[in-house]
């Protein structure tokens, strides 16, 4: 087991402990935990245990709204932005294609919507 394993089982047992001390209770089922090391099987098949508790290891969870990976990848994050951005450009087609509509309108629905999707997430 690596070094980054027994470290981050280390601050893990921490963890419970001191939230014990102040009378709250760590529940195992609803936390994961991601290691990012140089070794891509560092620890692969290893969960988190402590004491009495054993963490689920993933190898990518969404946060915020951003997708995290093991690997430091932004290719899926990329992918699942642009799907949104293609979703959101397609909800609002027949306003984009609308002679009805100024160039400027056009733009500022643009920037203001399918923009922030992709760039924001």
């Known amino acids: 087991m690596g070094r980054s394993i027994n470290t981050t089982e280390k601050n893990t047992g921490a963890l419970v402990v ?3 001390g102040i009378g709250l209770e760590v529940n195992a089922d609803k936390i994961k935990c991601m290691i990012m090391s140089q070794d891509q099987n560092a620890g692969r098949s ?3 245990k402590t004491d009495n ?3 689920e290891r993933v190898e990518e969870f969404k946060y915020l709204g951003t997708t995290l990976t093991n690997q430091n990848s932004t290719q899926e994050e990329n992918k699942s932005r642009f799907k949104s951005g293609n979703a959101c450009y397609h909800s ?3 306003l ?3 002679t009805m509509l100024s160039k400027n ?6 920037r203001t919507i399918i923009l922030t999707v992709v760039l924001c997430g």
């Open 46 to 48: 290893h969960s988190i």
């Open 96 to 98: 984009l294609s609308s």
């Open 92 to 94: 609002v087609q027949n």
């Open 53 to 55: 508790s054993s963490f």
């Open 105 to 110: 309108i056009k733009i500022k629905i643009y």
């Open 18 to 20: 001191a939230s014990n």
